[in-house]
T-cell receptor
Framework: QKEVEQDPGPLSVPEGAIVSLNCTYS??????FMWYRQYSRKGPELLMY????GNKEDGRFTAQVDKSSKYISLFIRDSQPSDSATYLC?????????????FGQGTELSVKP | GAVVSQHPSWVICKSGTSVKIECRSL??????MFWYRQFPKQSLMLMAT?????????EQGVEKDKFLINHASLTLSTLTVTSAHPEDSSFYIC???????????FGQGTRLTVV
């Protein structure tokens, strides 16, 4: 079993739809939860990060962490064609001493005009 | 957000030659840098972790003599692919982290093609 599981998709939605992206994990020691967006042939770009459980909102994006269920989500409201990309969840136990990000497989999202 | 610049964006080299990829943090001090490799339609695979002034720590299965990593300053790390072969063709990405922050910022990636 992988430490972080993410449905690779692809996921196709019409413009304006609400998108829900999810990851599950097995390591209860993870404390930091990130969402990155990666366009084709580019490096990942940080969207949001959350420490421990709870919700965080930034514009059209909302990140949720439920540590009791070991489940995290990213919601995209009013999705736009420019949101078409691969979304990677990533998790971290500790950030000092070179703690490593553990990535999900990435979900490929396509938003159709 | 913080900016990490990776150079070159793409490179083509002949089999048997070496190629160097640079990763620079432009507006922060990168105490730790990471190097990843990514195959098409797959997630990032960590190759090595480097702390400034120390030897890099390589992941299992990554040949340290083939993938030379140097992190000589707080703003620059380099990855040198030595004696490159076609199977080394891939997308290489670096990331950088500063002290006291859990966030990694990524470079734009380098597409290496070995012919």
């Amino acid at each position: 079993q992988k430490e972080v599981e993410q449905d690779p998709g692809p996921l196709s939605v019409p413009e304006g739809a609400i998108v829900s992206l999810n990851c599950t994990y097995s390591n209860s020691a993870f404390q930091y939860f990130m969402w990155y967006r990666q366009y084709s042939r580019k490096g990942p770009e940080l969207l949001m990060y959350t420490y421990s459980s709870g919700n965080k909102e930034d514009g059209r994006f909302t990140a949720q962490v439920d540590k009791s269920s070991k489940y995290i989500s990213l919601f995209i409201r009013d999705s736009q064609p420019s949101d078409s990309a691969t979304y990677l969840c990533a998790m971290l136990e500790i950030y000092n001493q070179g703690g490593k990000l553990i990535f999900g497989q990435g979900t490929e999202l396509s938003v159709k005009p | 957000g913080a900016v990490v610049s990776q150079h070159p964006s793409w490179v083509i080299c002949k089999s048997g030659t070496s190629v160097k990829i640079e990763c620079r943090s432009l507006d922060f001090q990168a105490t730790t840098m990471f190097w990843y490799r990514q195959f098409p339609k797959q997630s990032l695979m960590l190759m090595a972790t480097s702390n400034e002034g120390s030897k890099a720590t390589y992941e299992q299965g990554v040949e340290k003599d083939k993938f030379l990593i140097n992190h000589a300053s707080l703003t620059l790390s380099t990855l040198t692919v030595t004696s490159a072969h076609p199977e080394d063709s891939s997308f290489y990405i670096c990331s950088a982290r500063t002290t006291g922050s859990p966030v990694d910022f990524f470079g734009q990636g380098t597409r290496l093609t070995v012919v």
